[in-house]
């Protein structure tokens, strides 16, 4: 119960930094310079990928089917 407590708190923060990123971008597109919408999109990118692990992650540690669905 503990692994599947933090899988799933993993997932709450990296869901809260991917908000926090893409908000990022979006101001980085809209009044950034060409490197700051980089490196906005290169943090939001990576953060994807790691939201995408942990989720991966915790639908692992699901035993019910529709729960490890919902997850996905």
């Not at 708190?9 to 869901?15: F, G, I, M, N, T």
């Not at 009044?31 to 990576?46: I, M, P, V, W």
Request: glycine fraction near 2%.
């Amino acid at each position: 119960v503990s692994e599947a407590w933090e899988a799933a708190q993993r997932l709450l923060e990296l869901a809260r930094q991917m908000e926090d990123a893409a908000r990022a971008l979006k101001e980085a597109a809209l009044k950034g310079s060409k490197e700051d919408f980089l490196a906005a999109a290169k943090r939001a990118g990576q953060l994807a990928l790691d939201l995408i692990r942990a989720a991966e992650a915790a639908a692992a540690l699901e035993k019910d089917p529709v729960k490890k669905k919902m997850i996905l």
